[in-house]
């Protein structure tokens, strides 16, 4: 879900998305980079994902990933069952 | 399911590169991005291979969700059995070429059993098709085979519209069809006018038969013909409706061409031509002189219904029942109501009727194919069943050949069910291979399997979905056969111990079960080994059971009155050729009879004896119609009084007339003489009260088989040809020297008489040869695959004989170091064999004993249990076994406990 979240604000190449993920979450994330690839793949095959090569800001060619149509709905659906969640664990916590 | 496009090796390469190219520019940014925040090149390497880990496992990772783990594992598996199977080509060309041969008679068998017993008609709903069966004393003169009806009886059936929503009549015959050509028999049927309505076929050109030709008997001389016929000997002409062809001698007219997909209400008998019932004393050619459409006593007619939606058969029989009974009583009083005593009346009374679904139609051939094809694929199951028990043991020799390999990889990781995935996928690679070849091979076998059928019958092999389905189906069971007992016996052994262990080579476990599958194999061997004793002596005795001989011997059929000769001119030209015949110079002798033997059929009558008491005979004698000449032309005695002579010939141009002489066959005597002199007694035809005795006993002849070999000599009445109507027959003609010389000579000598006349030429052998086809055939086929299955049994036996010294060559030498004799460590390796080849025999008894009542139907003169049969069939089998065994094991035995030690 946080890869979908990430490219869902604009289109990145894996190495950005790691940078990306240990920066917003303020260094709590760490992401182990290698298995970040596996993830992007997985995504990719279920078609959430769609990839294109094109030059970094370095200048070199990277591979972009940015999200299809499938991806963002299903960013819709992870998001909101993570908000039903956090509500429900939120509910439990503030009843005392 | 597109993951399954990743399989593709071209996409599968621009994936790895560009997976390549990503980890790479991952590994550089972060690389350049530590060095710029200040660390050194070397600590920035070591950096950034802490946070990343190995790329070769996140190269992995990533494959694994290209593409389904199980999924890549089987691409590699296949790569690796295709190059083993590669480097023992020997091995992999047994294994294909037993499976293929399985394989490919078991697909052939299962297409023609489809045909045969399991396709539907190609008619509109045919599930709702009953065919009419009436049981019980008819009362009627029947022609033709099962159950018959008479034309009236079909046209009130019609009427039953309650049940029925339509009756259609058929009668299956062959005629004399010439459409300005050579006059050429064909099948025909000779059917109701409802009949193609009522399936739902619809013409291809024309118009079908309809109600219309259906009325006045004689008054419509229309036909319809086959698609199939019309493209092979009509050019397709477009101009055919309207076109006039001669039936039987008879002018009719083209009205039509049925489509190809209709062949009639018997799949297996394909007709050509349909005429309406109204035609068939004109052209039906059902008898010679048949004019018995509307008696309501001569049954011809098979009648089917077809039920009214949702009815079944069980309702509308009950429906039918009160107009049955009304018919039943009102019989009695219509014309040609044979006088018959009271018994005869009360079982008329008693009849009943069912209704028989014939979703299939009604074919005379279906029972006559349906034991020899199931007896096919018995076989070939065996055979394939065979050849995977063979494959199994290969594979379990070649994996404990491997079981170093296999212990190896487990050692370093790979899991149990990897290797033997990857033995499944080896034994999937060899019976798929086996399948498709054996598919290939399928056509051929149809044909094979087709011509050793009893009878002729339109069948071949037809690939289709479900037969594709059948062979893929028993390729993939076989390859769980074969591969299932080597893949649950790997990793059986511990790593370490097998590992440490070099002589063992860690396959104590894989001997025994070697062992029970050689043991299994001998079993089928013998059972197949008993089976072709068996079946060749049956093929021995039938060929014994002739009773006279049937070489130089040639049968010469001619039916004048289908071609167009009154009864008059008929017996004239009969005469004739009978005359010419005897003039041949190769021929020695030549008589006439009214029918061809050996051909399943004969008729039988009940008779009245007058031998100074009279009584009646207990069942009914098979009686034939012979001339002067007969018995010596065939070559058997008359063994009391005398032949026919000339004095019993009804001189030329006189009226048919009664009986007068009649020969009688040994077993008669015995039945209804005992130790009484037949000669001179009379009998009648007919058990009837008021039958008259006034035919007289003349001579008595050797018995031997008229209708098929199989016969028990039947009790059998000859009666004299040319008593009776004598216009049409057969000619019996034995030559001096070969048969097959003879034939032109033959054909002229008739052509000489009429060249229009059909002639039905039959070389007797050939006709013996062709009743014992499916005799032959199980005796050929029984005993190639004994030998097969002997052989493949020896070649296991041998191997693991084999593998058995080799492994115990040490303990062997010890023993002899030790004071064993050499007799004594021959034993010792001899016993396993022995104990194989008795587990062999052990389980074959019961499974022959078992059998025995699925083969006994086929067998004659022969128990299905023939002692002298098993004991040699398993002596066979344990002398071969032992030879088999002996090399090995005398190796064993002379080996020098020296040179076995010193390792």
């Known amino acids: 879900m946080l890869i979908l979240k990430i490219l869902s604000l604009e289109p990145a190449h894996g190495y950005g998305i790691a940078q990306r993920v240990q920066q917003v979450s303020r260094e709590a994330v760490q992401l182990n980079q290698g298995s970040l690839?596996?993830?992007?793949?997985?995504?990719?095959?279920?078609?959430?994902?769609?990839?294109?090569?094109?030059?970094?800001?370095?200048?070199?060619?990277?591979?972009?990933?940015?999200?299809?149509?499938?991806?963002?709905?299903?960013?819709?659906?992870?998001?909101?069952?993570?908000?039903?969640?956090?509500?429900?664990?939120?509910?439990?916590?503030?009843?005392? | 399911m597109w993951k399954l496009l990743n399989l593709l090796p071209g996409r599968r390469r621009r994936m790895e590169k560009e997976l390549e190219r990503e980890l790479r520019y991952h590994v550089d940014r972060r690389f350049d991005d530590l060095v710029r925040s200040g660390l050194s090149d070397a600590g920035a390497r070591r950096q950034v291979a802490l946070e990343f880990g190995g790329v070769l496992q996140v190269q992995e990772e990533v494959r694994d969700a290209w593409v389904w783990r199980w999924l890549s594992n089987g691409q590699r598996d296949l790569q690796y059995a295709g190059r083993l199977l590669r480097r023992s080509p020997v091995f992999a060309a047994t294994?294909?070429?037993?499976?293929?041969?399985?394989?490919?008679?078991?697909?052939?068998?299962?297409?023609?059993?489809?045909?045969?017993?399991?396709?539907?008609?190609?008619?509109?709903?045919?599930?709702?098709?009953?065919?009419?069966?009436?049981?019980?004393?008819?009362?009627?003169?029947?022609?033709?085979?099962?159950?018959?009806?008479?034309?009236?009886?079909?046209?009130?059936?019609?009427?039953?519209?309650?049940?029925?929503?339509?009756?259609?009549?058929?009668?299956?015959?062959?005629?004399?069809?010439?459409?300005?050509?050579?006059?050429?028999?064909?099948?025909?049927?000779?059917?109701?006018?409802?009949?193609f309505n009522v399936l739902g076929v619809q013409p291809r050109l024309g118009r079908l038969i309809d109600p219309s030709d259906d009325v006045n008997p004689g008054g419509h001389p229309v036909v319809v013909v086959g698609e199939n016929y019309w493209r092979n000997y009509l050019a397709s002409d477009p101009n055919v409706i309207g076109r006039k062809v001669s039936?039987?001698?008879?002018?009719?007219?083209?009205?039509?061409?049925?489509?190809?997909?209709?062949?009639?209400?018997?799949?297996?008998?394909?007709?050509?031509?349909?005429?309406?019932?109204?035609?068939?004393?004109?052209?039906?050619?059902?008898?010679?002189?048949?004019?018995?459409?509307?008696?309501?006593?001569?049954?011809?007619?098979?009648?089917?219904?077809?039920?009214?939606?949702?009815?079944?058969?069980?309702a509308a029989k009950k429906t039918l029942e009160p107009w049955f009974r009304t018919m039943l009583e009102n019989e009695p009083s219509t014309a040609g109501f044979p006088n018959v005593s009271e018994e005869q009346r009360q079982r008329f009374f008693s009849s009943t009727f069912d209704l028989q679904a014939v979703p299939g139609g009604l074919s005379a051939s279906r029972r006559a194919f349906q034991r020899p094809l199931w007896m096919i694929m018995a076989g070939s199951v065996i055979l394939l069943l065979l050849a995977s028990?063979?494959?199994?043991?290969?594979?379990?020799?070649?994996?404990?050949?491997?079981?170093?390999?296999?212990?190896?990889?487990?050692a370093i990781g790979a899991s149990r069910g990897r290797i033997a995935g990857q033995l499944l996928v080896e034994s999937m690679l060899i019976a798929l291979g086996g399948g498709l070849l054996g598919l290939l091979a399928a056509p051929a076998l149809a044909r094979v399997i087709v011509f050793f059928l009893p009878r002729d019958g339109d069948v071949a092999l037809h690939i289709d979905g479900r037969v594709l389905a059948f062979a893929f189906l028993a390729s993939v069971i076989t390859a769980v056969m074969c591969g299932i007992a080597p893949a649950l016996q790997t990793g059986r052994t511990p790593l370490v111990a097998s590992l440490n262990d070099r002589s063992r080579v860690a396959a104590g476990g894989g001997v025994w079960l070697r062992k029970i599958l050689v043991a299994g194999q001998l079993a089928f061997t013998l059972v197949l080994l008993i089976g072709s004793g068996l079946f060749v002596q049956t093929l021995t005795h039938?060929?014994?059971?002739?009773?006279?001989?049937?070489?130089?011997?040639?049968?010469?059929?001619?039916?004048?009155?289908?071609?167009?000769?009154?009864?008059?001119?008929?017996?004239?030209?009969?005469r004739e050729v009978l005359q010419r015949l005897q003039a041949v110079p190769v021929v020695e002798r030549a008589a006439a009879a009214n029918s061809g033997m050996l051909n399943g059929g004969a008729a039988s009558t009940m008779v009245t004896i007058d031998s100074g008491r009279r009584f009646a005979s207990d069942r009914a004698a098979a009686r034939m119609r012979v001339g002067p000449g007969f018995f010596p032309t065939l070559g058997t005695q008359v063994i009391a009084g005398r032949d026919f002579d000339e004095r019993d010939v009804r001189p030329p141009g006189d009226k048919p007339r009664a009986y007068r002489t009649v020969i009688v066959s040994e077993s008669f005597v015995r039945r209804y003489f005992q130790d009484q002199n037949p000669i001179g007694a009379r009998i009648g035809l007919g058990n009837r009260p008021d039958t008259k005795t006034t035919i007289e006993i003349i001579g008595v002849v050797k018995d031997f088989s008229r209708r098929t070999l199989r016969d028990e000599q039947v009790e059998t009445i000859f009666l004299q040809y040319f008593d009776?109507?004598?216009?049409?027959?057969?000619?019996?003609?034995?030559?001096?020297?070969?048969?097959?010389?003879?034939?032109?000579?033959?054909?002229?000598?008739?052509?000489?008489?009429?060249?229009?006349?059909?002639?039905?030429l039959t070389i007797f052998d050939d006709q013996v040869e062709r009743s014992l086809r499916t005799e032959r055939m199980l005796a050929s086929m029984s005993s190639a695959f004994g030998t097969l299955a002997l052989l493949l049994a020896v070649i296991g036996l041998y191997g693991v004989m084999a593998f058995v010294v080799t492994q115990r060559t040490q303990e062997i030498a010890l023993r002899m170091a030790l004071g064993a004799t050499r007799p004594a460590a021959l034993w010792l390796i001899m016993r396993d064999a022995a104990v194989m080849i008795a587990g062999g025999t052990l389980i074959a008894l019961p499974a022959v004993w078992a059998l025995r009542r699925f083969v006994e139907a086929d067998l004659f003169g022969v128990s299905s249990l023939h002692l002298p049969t098993i004991v040699v069939a398993g002596s066979v089998l344990a002398l071969v076994g032992f030879s088999a065994a002996l090399l090995p094991a005398w190796r064993a035995a002379t080996v020098n406990p020296t040179d076995a030690l010193r390792l």
């Open chain 2, 389 to 410: 028990l063979n494959v199994a043991g290969l594979l379990l020799a070649r994996g404990a050949a491997r079981a170093r390999e296999f212990t190896t990889r487990m």
């Open chain 2, 95 to 195: 294994a294909l070429l037993s499976i293929a041969l399985g394989i490919g008679a078991s697909t052939a068998v299962f297409s023609l059993i489809d045909q045969v017993l399991l396709r539907r008609l190609p008619v509109s709903e045919p599930d709702r098709l009953v065919y009419f069966n009436w049981r019980g004393g008819t009362l009627s003169t029947g022609w033709g085979y099962d159950y018959l009806n008479s034309y009236p009886l079909c046209r009130e059936l019609q009427e039953q519209r309650q049940v029925f929503d339509g009756v259609v009549c058929r009668h299956p015959t062959t005629v004399s069809l010439s459409i300005g050509q050579q006059p050429q028999e064909v099948r025909a049927e000779i059917v109701s006018g409802t009949y």
């Open chain 2, 724 to 760: 009776n109507q004598s216009g049409d027959g057969t000619f019996y003609v034995r030559i001096r020297g070969r048969a097959e010389t003879a034939v032109s000579q033959i054909r002229s000598a008739v052509a000489q008489v009429d060249p229009e006349l059909p002639v039905t």
């Open chain 2, 542 to 574: 039938l060929h014994d059971n002739l009773g006279f001989d049937s070489s130089n011997l040639v049968t010469v059929s001619v039916d004048p009155p289908a071609n167009g000769y009154s009864e008059a001119d008929a017996e004239r030209v009969m």
């Open chain 2, 247 to 314: 039936v039987s001698g008879y002018p009719m007219t083209v009205i039509g061409v049925a489509p190809a997909t209709f062949v009639g209400m018997d799949p297996l008998a394909a007709a050509s031509l349909w005429m309406p019932a109204t035609m068939a004393a004109q052209a039906g050619n059902i008898d010679a002189y048949w004019d018995q459409l509307l008696n309501r006593r001569a049954a011809w007619l098979h009648v089917f219904g077809r039920l009214k939606p949702g009815l079944t058969g069980e």
């Open chain 1, 37 to 96: 690839y596996p993830a992007l793949h997985r995504l990719e095959q279920k078609r959430w994902l769609k990839a294109e090569w094109r030059p970094s800001e370095t200048g070199r060619e990277a591979k972009f990933y940015s999200l299809t149509r499938a991806g963002e709905r299903q960013l819709a659906l992870e998001k909101e069952t993570w908000d039903r969640l956090t509500t429900a664990v939120q509910l439990i916590f503030n009843e005392e």
